[in-house]
């Protein structure tokens, strides 16, 4: 395989997967510390302590957003035909990943 196919199949991951990352984890990550800064709001907590966790809440669900969309687009990439490839993973144990 070379480098031309590979840097074919590398952008059609990276795009997506950066796009849906940034766009996604910042939405899910609004939507996380706008609820839980408004219950933190309403039990009386303070700026700071909001701030601080509603911070630390928008990383956790940023990272999970990411990995979660590049399980989803390498998903979609295996099978799929890139330059007349198709990108497959296979293995000598065929049980090797189901079997754990």
Do not use: H
């Not at 952008?11 to 706008?34: D, E, H, I, K, M």
């Not at 009386?44 to 990383?59: C, E, H, P, R």
Request: charged residues 10%; proline residues 0%; glycine residues 16%.
């Amino acid at each position: 395989m070379s480098m031309k196919e590979i840097r074919g199949l590398s952008w059609w991951l990276f795009w997506r997967f950066t796009l849906s990352s940034l766009v996604g984890g910042y939405a899910a990550s609004w939507v996380g510390g706008f609820v839980v800064g408004f219950a933190m709001a309403l039990f009386g907590f303070n700026q700071d302590q909001i701030v601080t966790v509603t911070t630390a809440l928008g990383w956790v669900i940023g990272l999970l957003f990411s990995f979660v969309c590049l399980n989803f687009f390498l998903a979609r990439a295996v099978g799929r035909s890139f330059g007349g490839k198709t990108l497959n993973l296979s293995g000598s144990d065929q049980t090797a990943i189901g079997g754990m």
